[in-house]
């Protein structure tokens, strides 16, 4: 019996049996489209954390005041005071290794515009704040550093803010006001999205770090320094140039723990995207188990086709069939089982896949490596589950199969 002709018999046998042909390629749908569409919300999800981390720039170096290992916890804006704008006045002319360096403090107040009102994010940064987090400018000029030197009362405003207060009217030019001081609107900053930590970035005000410290919080320290280095091969060695300088200027002894903490955002994203990725691994291989239960339930199945089939297979074997030939029969028919309900698995767990995520607001790619070692393994399922009951079937005595009843 050649190849063509044992399809065409294995098919018949599949189809004669129909709901039973269905209930046993189930498990395999099942495990298959699970593997499919939990492989490609992983894999969405690391993409989201990605992008969201990425969008707080590239080669970017975060100085934050206060460190890890006090205590084991870091304390968070305005927890802790060691940074003074004259420490980002250091980095910016001795470190070597740093293009462009941000002083900043944060705040969250309420803004005013006329009748409107809208409780958001003010930030006080540098001149060269939008180069650092290349957030471009949708509109108008950013302030410069004559504007930062005289804590001058300008600002520029994220997409949101410009929509809760001006809805379609052009900001540019127009006056808000922060804690009842008018700040003149000079630039709408381009959409930027959500951050690696959950923020808005878009739901922000922008001024001169130095406005906001001495006409808003009345303080004279920094929340943090924003720094990008030259390129991504310098991050490390302006990280280290970056330390030696504070522990310098703040009289840290050889041996004592750092009263700053420095965060290398490329680092970050590395470590979380490892995180993600063994998690995507760890849910592949828990969906992987419901295939090996459909593999055992395909070998289940074929067991008992083999005793039901015993005379029909004596019988073949009189008229001339070799035990090649019954061998691959009933290896034929666990293959075309687990093949189909691998097929019709990844078109079930791509649909799944893709409706999660617009739900869950996750960019989706059905990548082909996930689906080609999906349909490998529904594959080699039915040439592993069904090889046993090929055997069986192949090895049964002519004789005594035409005698059974």
């Not at 130095?210 to 004279?220: E, R």
Request: glycine letters at 10%.
């Amino acid at each position: 019996m050649n190849f063509p002709e044992a399809i065409k018999v294995s098919t018949r046998a599949l189809y004669k049996n129909k709901m039973r042909s269905v209930l046993t390629g189930l498990g395999v749908i099942i495990g298959i489209a699970a593997v499919v569409a939990l492989v490609s919300i992983g894999q969405g999800v690391s993409k989201k954390i990605e992008n969201q981390i990425s969008s707080l720039g590239s080669n970017l170096l975060m100085v934050l005041p206060g460190s890890t290992s006090m205590g084991g916890i870091h304390g968070g804006f305005g927890s802790v005071i060691t940074l003074m704008p004259s420490d980002a006045n250091a980095i910016a002319s001795q470190v070597p290794d740093a293009l462009y360096v941000s002083a900043g403090v944060r705040w969250i107040g309420q803004t005013v515009y006329q009748n409107q009102n809208w409780a958001t994010t003010i930030m006080g940064v540098g001149s060269s704040f939008p180069m650092i987090r290349d957030w471009p400018i949708a509109e108008g000029n950013f302030f410069d550093k004559e504007d930062v030197d005289a804590a001058a009362n300008v600002c520029a405003i994220g997409q949101v803010v410009q929509e809760q207060l001006f809805g379609g009217i052009d900001p540019i030019g127009k006056i808000i006001k922060i804690k009842n001081l008018p700040f003149r609107v000079v630039a709408v900053m381009a959409p930027k999205g959500t951050a690696g930590f959950g923020q808005d970035q878009d739901d922000t005000i922008l001024a001169p770090y130095t406005t906001i410290q001495k006409k808003i919080l009345g303080i004279d320290y920094l929340n943090f320094i924003f720094v990008k280095a030259i390129s991504s091969s310098s991050v490390d060695a302006a990280q280290n140039e970056i330390e030696a300088l504070l522990r310098q200027r703040h009289n840290i002894k050889t041996g004592s723990d750092d009263d700053f903490t420095i965060r290398n955002v490329a680092d970050m994203l590395s470590a979380i995207m490892n995180i993600t990725s063994l998690l995507t691994i760890f849910l592949g291989s828990i969906a992987s188990i419901s295939l090996i239960v459909g593999g055992i339930g395909i070998m289940n199945i074929m067991l008992v086709s083999v005793t039901e089939r015993t005379r029909e297979i004596g019988i073949r074997m009189a008229v001339g069939a070799k035990r090649k030939d019954i061998l691959l029969q009933f290896l034929l028919e666990a293959v075309t089982l687990s093949t189909i309900g691998g097929i019709i698995g990844i078109i079930l767990g791509s649909v799944l896949s893709l409706t999660a995520a617009s739900f869950i607001k996750i960019p989706i790619s059905i990548n082909v490596l996930p689906v080609a070692i999906a349909f490998f393994f529904s594959f080699a399922v039915g040439v592993f589950f069904g090889l046993y009951p090929a055997t069986k079937a192949s090895k049964l005595n002519p004789i005594e199969a035409l005698r059974y009843e």
